[in-house]
Nanobody
Framework: QGQLVQSGGGLVQAGGSVRLSCTGSGRIFNRNGMDWYRQAPGKQREFVAQLARGGAYAYADFAKGRFVVSRDNAKDTVYLQMNDLKPEDTAVYYC???????WGQGTQVTVSS
């Protein structure tokens, strides 16, 4: 119902960009919004961004102006474009179906200074 498979990420220099992808399947994925979270080493998982089913966006303060969430329904994929990356953005990033406990497997983003 809510399988999510992530791709993208890796090692990037400060100031660089990376795009994460989250491909889903099933009715729950198709009918709901999507969230992105991240978890840095030794820290709690935190909200990054949301693209609601109706098209509304929400971003954490640290993501505003740098990160963009989008969705390609033809490809069943949600994206998180991250620009002007900083070392403090280093974390494992997860996608999640809004209001459901379905998570992607996580993808590591490491930003070097």
């Amino acid at each position: 119902q809510g399988q999510l498979v992530q791709s993208g990420g890796g090692l990037v220099q400060a100031g660089g960009s990376v795009r994460l992808s989250c491909t889903g399947s099933g009715r729950i994925f198709n009918r709901n919004g999507m969230d992105w979270y991240r978890q840095a080493p030794g820290k709690q998982r935190e909200f990054v961004a949301q693209l609601a089913r109706g098209g509304a966006y929400a971003y954490a303060d640290f993501a505003k102006g740098r990160f963009v969430v989008s969705r390609d329904n033809a490809k069943d994929t949600v994206y998180l474009q991250m620009n002007d990356l900083k070392p403090e953005d280093t974390a494992v990033y997860y996608c999640k179906i809004t209001s459901y406990d379905y998570w992607g497997q996580g993808t590591q983003v490491t930003v070097s200074s």
